[in-house]
């Protein structure tokens, strides 16, 4: 997911997009400790992401802070 892609979304299509990602997360990480997963890079491009969404809710966060004083 690029970041263009997160930052045409709605907040609150990050935000369940967000959540998406995070049971996705550990759906991975439970395969992985039974010795399941298939694709061990995808836990690391699902970390990213979450981040990445993270990243710019806070962006967001801090221009509406910065606009209102």
Known sequence: ???DEI???SSEERLRK???LRME???LR???KMGLLKDPAR???VKRDIARILTI???EEIKTR???Q
Do not use: T
Request: charged letters at 40%; aromatic letters at 0%.
């Open 18 to 20: 967000l959540e998406e």
């Open 25 to 27: 997360l550990i759906k």
């Open 57 to 59: 809710i806070r962006e």
């Open 7 to 9: 930052r045409k979304m």
């Open 1 to 3: 997911m690029k970041p």
């Open 43 to 45: 836990i690391r491009s």
């Open 66 to 68: 910065q606009s209102a």
């Open 30 to 32: 439970l395969q992985a």
